[in-house]
């Protein structure tokens, strides 16, 4: 084996090794994937429920903006602050496709 290393290059034997180093530790190279993958899912989870919800203000009303979901302590959904500004677009675009 040594003797084939040699012929072979030094490559071989650090891929062997590499080799040897994954069969004792392939328990944690496996749930690199999975822990990854479940952490996309909580954050992909998080920002779906942060664009629709909470319907009202939810947090300490000091400071508010219009048209704004966050506030200086809290937050509202994007799409229920945006609802009025996007409707009223919509209508312009739908009303002014009709009229051309």
Known sequence: ?????????????????LIAKFRKNWHLYVTIPVIAGLLNWATNNLAVKMIFY???FFGLKLKTWP??????????GIVPVKAKPMA???VRMVTGS???
């Open 54 to 56: 909470p319907m009202e």
């Open 1 to 17: 084996p040594v003797q084939a290393a040699a012929v072979a290059g030094p490559g071989v034997h650090a891929s062997v090794d």
């Open 67 to 76: 048209e704004t979901p966050l506030g200086l302590i809290g937050w509202t």
């Open 98 to 100: 009709l009229i051309d």
């Open 88 to 90: 009223t677009r919509m």
